[in-house]
């Protein structure tokens, strides 16, 4: 579940964040770290970095991510794995 919903999620934020925040800035560490391995501890300290930003920060890089998943959804639907519906 995590590789079809949360892994396209963390790399759209990745790349908000990198684009708001710049390569330096901690935040991008823990999100990163969320995108490539997942795993409740990282989506934890990715959380955590996230809830310590300033509310319209977050807000917006949250904005960006949504949005980069809304024109390209491609990223979730090339991941599903559905089964054909019958009729």
Do not use: N, Y
Not at 18 to 25: D, F, M, N, T, V
Not at 33 to 44: S, Y
């Amino acid at each position: 579940m995590f590789d079809t919903i949360g892994k396209p999620f963390f790399e759209a934020l990745r790349a908000a964040a990198e684009r708001r925040l710049g390569r330096g800035h901690p935040c991008l560490a823990a999100i990163e770290r969320a995108a490539g391995e997942g795993g409740a501890d990282a989506t934890v300290a990715a959380q955590a970095t996230l809830a310590a930003l300033d509310p319209d920060m977050r807000a917006s890089l949250m904005a960006d991510a949504h949005k980069a998943l809304r024109e390209s959804p491609v990223a979730i639907l090339g991941a599903w794995q559905g089964g054909r519906v019958r009729h």
